[in-house]
C-alpha cells in the first residue's frame, strides 16, 4: 500500500481569519443576529458551527444558538457507521418559508 502524504491547506490563523469573514458575511446577509441560529450537521458540522457562533459574538455580543442535526438514519451506509449515542446541543422548531 502506498503511503501519501498530506499536505497543509490553511494554517491554524488563516482558518480564523476566514471563520471570521464568513461570520461576519453571515450576519450582514441575516440583518444582524436577533432570528439567527445555526444548525451543525453532526461530525464535523457541529464544531464548525460552534467556531462560527463564537466569531458572532465577538461581532454583536449576541450568544447566537447552534443546533444539531444527526442524518445518521438517513445515510446509505448506515449498516457500516459504528452506532453513536446522540446528544443535541438545543432543538429548534423549524419553518419552511415560501
Do not use: W
Amino acid at each position: 500500500m502506498r503511503i501519501v502524504e498530506k499536505s497543509q491547506l490553511m494554517s491554524a490563523p488563516e482558518i480564523d481569519r476566514t471563520l471570521q469573514r464568513l461570520a461576519h458575511e453571515i450576519v450582514e446577509k441575516s440583518g444582524g443576529t436577533k432570528n439567527l441560529a445555526l444548525i451543525g450537521i453532526v461530525r464535523r458540522g457541529v464544531p464548525l458551527a460552534q467556531r462560527i457562533a463564537q466569531a458572532m459574538r465577538g461581532i454583536d455580543g449576541v450568544e447566537v444558538p447552534v443546533g444539531v442535526l444527526d442524518i445518521t438514519l438517513y445515510r446509505d451506509d448506515l449498516s457500516k457507521v459504528a452506532h453513536r449515542r446522540c446528544c443535541a446541543l438545543q432543538t429548534f422548531r423549524l419553518a419552511l418559508i415560501t
